[in-house]
């Protein structure tokens, strides 16, 4: 008998519903996704790593063919805390155990700038979407073996990089002066519009997660500036893919 708090559509019963019309192969699960909402990410990964490409998510989903098939990197598919948390939880519903988050984002932080690398290991949970997947509580936690070997990786490649408290909103055109000025002097180190949906849906599972970032823009001081140049940025995330893929290759 259902239960009246039971979801209508769970992501089970969307994954058997594409297989069912063809839409979706037979394969065996990843045990790990890389999310990549940045397409020049996308690129980097795609011109060194071959892949079999995955019909049936949004997006592109690629198997990473050195691993096995047990990594995988999911692109293509966007922005934004609803469509990285709905991807999280099907590919929960496949198997997948371990997610981890590459993106960019804004600094916080004065010292940071185009480039800087910054792991979150806790993320303020200021989107909607989390809230339906935990209990009410201002923040949502990285998994601490995930971010401890990745900045471990980075450290022995000498990558300078925070490690800390990051910040995650549905409005980029709504992250107000004081809200921005105060997450600043709480030590908050960067603003991003994923992160805390992706750890929220994997944390109600169980399931291990952590998102890192390369700064794009800077909105310390309460002031926004962007680089003309976002190559450094570019490069960034490269070497996030790289420690990353290391640390789950292991």
Known sequence: MNNDSDPVLKPSELLAYRRANGQLPDFPPPRAVIFAPQKSLAEYVLKRHATKRIRGFLGEFHLLKRTNGQIALSTGFGIGAPVVAGLTDE???LG????????????LQPELTTGSLVISSTCLRGEGTSRHYLP???TVDSAEALVNGISEILAKKNHPHAVGTTWTTDAPFRELRRDVISHQSNGVQAVDMEAAAM???????NLSAAAMFSIADRLSEGEWRMAQDLRPAQIGLSILFDAV??????
């Open 91 to 93: 590919f929960a519903a």
């Open 96 to 107: 997948v155990r371990q997610f981890v988050l590459i993106g960019m984002a804004g600094a």
């Open 136 to 138: 009410p509580h201002p």
């Open 199 to 205: 750890l929220s849906v994997a944390s109600s599972m």
């Open 245 to 250: 893929f290391e640390y789950l290759s292991i």
